[in-house]
C-alpha cells in the first residue's frame, strides 16, 4: 500500500486535536476531530472505510442504534477481531470520521479488521456511500421530538433512494416488523435479510397515540395487526391487497422479560435455533438483541460467540446505566423521544416497583425546544404504579402536570425543579440500599453526569 | 352531569401534543364528578350539534390540511358555525384555528375555504415563528404556550384578539396580537399543550358547556398548584429564550 500523504496529514490533525480537547478536559472529544481531518481531506472517511479488510457494518434506526451497534461491536470482538466503531455516539459524518482517524495508523492503516458504524437517521445515506458496507442494519423508524415531525417521511424517502442504488454483493437486515422498512426496501438490488419477533405474549391492544397511523404503502389501507408488540412494530397485514410483513429470515420466539433487569428469546434461522440471554431491559432492547444476533450470525459469527457477546454485554452509555451513589443503586435510562418514554414507562409499569422514580425534562436544543411532546406520552402507563413520582429539570413542571393529568394525585407528585438542587433531594427520599430510577432527556442526562462525576461517582464516558 | 367532548378530525389533525388539551377538558370534567366522554368527528362523518358539548379543533402539516377543508365545506362547515353561533364552546389551535376564519393560503397550493366564524383569513409566511409564548389576555391573565406556524392570521374589524403578545411573535408578527376569541369559541397558535398551564381557559370552556346544556353558573374550583408551577416556569422560559 502506498502512503497518501494528504491522507496522513488529516489522520495526524485529527489524533492530535482529540488529545488536546481531553488535555483540556472540554468533553469526550469526538466530534471536533472529524471536523479537522475532513478539512484536510474531505475524502478520508471513504479511503479508510475502503481499507478496512472485513469491511463495514452500518447501523441506523429512530431507537436502539447505540445499544445495537454496541452489542455487534461486543460480539464481534469477541470473535478476535479488531472492532472500529464510533462508540461514544457520535454518529454524524464527521463523528464517524472522528472514529476512523482514531483507530487507523498515521499511514492509513486501519488498526481494525471490520467496522461497526452507529449512524443517525439522517446522515445514512451519505455515510453509506461513502463507507460502502457491506451489512446495513436498519432497526426502525419512529417519529422522534416534535422539532423534526413532518421528517419521517422525508428520511424513509431517502432510505428507499439509498437502498436502491446498492450493489448485489451488499446486504441490509431489516426489522420487518417495522411496516415502513418493509415497505421501502422491497425494490433494493442488494440481498435483503429480515428479522422480527415470531411469537412473543407481551402485546399491545392498539397503537399507542405517540406511533403513526400504520397505512400499507402498497395500497393504501390501513393495516391490520395479527399482534402489535410495540409502538407500530408488530405482525401485520393489509386485508385490502394482501400485502403482509415478509417471512423473517431471523424469527424471535418465546421473547421473555425478566423484571427490570433482563430478557430472554430464542432466534431461528432455517432449522437452527438460538437461545440468547441479555442483561437488558424491555421489549425494545430485545429488538435490538435480535438484530444485533441476526448481524452477527449474517457475516459468519459461530453461535456460541453471539451467544456469549450479547449475554455479557452492558448498557451502552446514555441508554441503560447503573450507578452506585451513597449506598443507593441508581439506575439511569435516557429517554429521548415519545416511542422511547412509552416504553421504558411500560417496562416500569410491569415491575411492581415502590422505589421513587425521577424524570428530569430539559427543553434545550438536543431534547427538543417545545415539550409538547410530553403530552404524546402514554405516562397513563405510571397511573397504578405504586411509585412515589419525582420530576426535575428546565421542564419539570409540565412534567408534573403531565403526570397529573395522566390521573396520578397530586400528593404522589414532587416537582423537585432545577436539576443541581434535585439531585439530592432525591437521592434522600430513596431509602438505603435501594433502587431508583432516573429518567432524563438528553441535555439533562449530560448534566447529570457532571453532577454525578463533581461527587465522585461516574467515569466520563470515553474511559470506559 | 355528562360533557362530550368532540375532537375534529383527531384521527389526522393531532400533531404537537394536542391531545393535551382534550385530556385536560375530561380530567377537569372528571375530578368535578362530572363525567366525560371523549369523541373524535372525521372526514366524511355527519356533525349532530346536540351530541357535541365542548369542540377541539388542532393542527396538522398543509398535506392534512387539504382534505380537512374540503371535508368541512357545505352542510358541514354551516351546521358547525351555527352551532359556534349558538355558543358552544371550541378551542382551535393552529390549522383549525385557520379554518374557523375566512380562507387559508398555504404556500404553493390553492387557496383553502375556512367557515367563516372568525372575521379573520390566513396566508403562508416567508419565516416560521417557533418557540415559547407568553400573551396578556383580558379575560384570562396571562396565557404561555409554544408556538410553531409560518402560516399568518390576520383578524378583520370585527375580529377580537385572545390577547396581546409579551413574548413571541403570535397571529403574524406584525400586530403584535395573538389568536381570536368569539362568543365560547378560542382559536389560537399556542401548543405546549396549552390547556393543561392554563387552567382558567379550560374552566371557560368548561363552564360554557355546562352553563349551555344544565344551566350552571359557576364551577367548583380545583387545587392547581402544580398547573401553576408549570405556568410561571413557561413565562419564565419564554422571557429568557426569546
Ligand atoms: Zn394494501
Known amino acids: ?464 | 352531569m355528562k360533557l362530550t367532548i368532540c375532537w375534529l378530525y383527531g384521527d389526522t389533525m393531532n400533531i404537537y401534543g394536542d391531545r393535551g388539551n382534550v385530556m385536560a377538558l375530561a380530567q377537569r370534567a372528571r375530578w368535578r364528578d362530572i363525567e366525560a366522554d371523549i369523541t373524535t368527528l372525521g372526514s366524511g362523518e355527519k356533525l349532530d350539534p346536540d351530541a357535541v358539548d365542548i369542540f377541539f379543533w388542532g393542527g396538522g402539516q398543509d398535506r392534512e390540511q387539504i382534505p380537512v377543508s374540503q371535508d368541512i365545506q357545505g352542510e358541514k362547515g354551516t351546521v358547525l358555525r351555527q352551532t359556534l353561533e349558538d355558543g358552544a364552546p371550541m378551542l382551535s389551535v393552529c390549522g383549525g384555528y385557520q379554518l374557523l376564519g375566512k380562507h387559508y393560503h398555504p404556500y404553493g397550493e390553492d387557496q383553502l375555504p375556512g367557515i367563516g366564524f372568525f372575521d379573520a383569513w390566513s396566508e403562508a409566511g416567508p419565516e416560521r415563528f417557533i418557540g415559547n409564548v407568553v400573551v396578556e389576555s383580558e379575560r384570562f391573565g396571562s396565557l404561555v404556550g409554544f408556538e410553531n406556524h409560518s402560516g399568518l392570521t390576520f383578524l378583520g374589524p370585527t375580529a377580537e384578539p385572545l390577547g396581546r403578545v409579551r413574548v413571541g411573535r403570535g397571529n403574524n408578527g406584525k400586530d403584535g396580537t395573538e389568536g381570536c376569541i368569539r362568543l365560547n369559541t378560542l382559536g389560537c397558535y399556542l401548543h405546549g399543550a396549552l390547556l393543561p398551564k392554563n387552567p382558567a381557559v379550560s374552566d371557560f370552556l368548561i363552564l360554557a358547556a355546562l352553563k349551555r346544556r344544565y344551566g350552571v353558573e359557576e364551577l367548583q374550583p380545583l387545587a392547581d398548584d402544580l398547573e401553576m408551577i408549570a405556568h410561571q416556569e413557561a413565562v419564565r422560559r419564554a422571557e429568557v429564550t426569546r
Open chain 1, 1 to 464: 500500500m502506498t502512503f497518501d500523504i494528504r491522507l496522513g496529514l488529516a489522520i495526524a490533525a485529527g489524533k492530535l486535536s482529540a488529545l488536546s480537547i481531553r488535555r483540556l478536559g472540554r468533553g469526550g472529544g469526538t466530534a471536533l476531530p472529524g471536523i479537522v481531518s475532513n478539512q484536510l481531506d474531505a475524502d478520508i472517511l471513504d479511503k479508510l472505510a475502503a481499507r478496512i479488510p472485513g469491511g463495514s457494518i452500518v447501523v441506523a434506526g429512530t431507537n436502539g442504534k447505540t445499544t445495537t451497534s454496541r452489542i455487534l461491536a461486543e460480539i464481534l470482538e469477541r470473535a478476535g477481531l479488531g472492532v472500529i466503531h464510533n462508540r461514544s455516539g457520535s454518529n454524524l459524518v464527521r463523528g464517524i470520521t472522528a472514529a476512523f482517524t482514531e483507530q487507523v495508523s498515521i499511514s492509513g492503516q486501519p488498526s481494525g479488521q471490520i467496522a461497526v458504524i452507529e449512524t443517525d437517521e439522517a446522515a445514512l445515506p451519505e455515510v453509506v456511500r461513502r463507507t460502502r458496507p457491506r451489512l446495513i442494519v436498519l432497526l426502525n423508524l419512529f417519529r422522534d421530538q416534535l422539532d423534526r415531525y413532518g421528517e419521517l417521511d422525508t428520511i424513509a424517502r431517502s432510505w428507499q433512494a439509498m437502498l436502491n442504488e446498492l450493489d448485489p454483493d451488499q446486504t441490509v437486515l431489516i426489522n420487518a416488523d417495522d411496516p415502513a422498512l418493509a415497505a421501502i426496501s422491497e425494490d433494493t438490488p442488494a440481498k435483503r435479510l429480515t428479522f422480527g419477533f415470531q411469537q412473543c405474549e407481551h402485546t399491545l391492544d392498539h397503537l399507542p397515540h405517540a406511533a403513526d397511523a400504520a397505512i400499507c404503502r402498497r395500497c393504501g389501507a390501513s393495516l391490520t395487526y395479527r399482534e402489535l408488540y410495540l409502538s407500530h412494530l408488530g405482525d401485520y397485514h393489509c386485508e385490502q391487497c394482501g400485502y403482509r410483513r415478509p417471512d423473517l429470515d431471523y424469527g424471535a420466539t418465546d421473547v421473555q422479560l425478566n423484571g427490570l433487569d433482563s430478557g430472554s428469546l430464542d432466534l431461528s434461522s432455517g432449522d437452527a435455533t438460538l437461545h440468547l440471554d441479555a442483561s437488558l431491559p424491555g421489549l425494545y432492547n430485545l429488538y435490538n438483541v435480535a438484530g444485533a444476533a441476526g448481524a452477527a450470525l449474517t457475516v459468519g459469527m459461530p453461535d456460541w460467540v453471539v451467544q456469549a457477546g450479547i449475554g455479557e454485554f452492558k448498557a451502552a452509555f446514555g441508554r441503560i446505566e447503573r450507578v452506585e451513589y451513597h449506598n443507593r443503586n441508581l439506575v439511569l435510562v435516557l429517554i429521548k423521544n415519545p416511542t422511547g418514554f412509552n416504553e421504558v414507562l411500560r417496562t416500569l409499569a410491569m415491575s411492581d416497583m415502590t422505589d421513587p422514580v425521577m424524570i428530569i425534562i430539559n427543553d434545550l436544543d438536543a431534547d427538543g425546544r417545545d415539550v409538547s411532546w410530553l403530552w404524546d406520552v402514554d405516562a397513563e402507563h405510571l397511573a397504578d404504579v405504586e411509585a412515589p413520582l419525582f420530576t426535575a429539570g428546565i421542564r419539570s413542571g409540565d412534567m408534573a402536570v403531565r403526570l397529573k393529568y395522566a390521573g396520578i394525585a397530586s400528593e404522589r407528585i414532587t416537582p423537585l425543579g432545577d436539576l443541581d438542587g434535585a439531585i439530592d433531594q432525591f437521592v434522600e427520599a430513596v431509602p438505603e440500599g435501594h433502587t431508583a430510577f432516573i429518567l432524563p432527556t438528553y441535555t439533562a442526562m449530560l448534566r447529570l453526569r457532571e453532577l454525578l462525576h463533581q461527587r465522585g461517582v461516574v467515569q466520563m464516558f470515553w474511559e470506559q
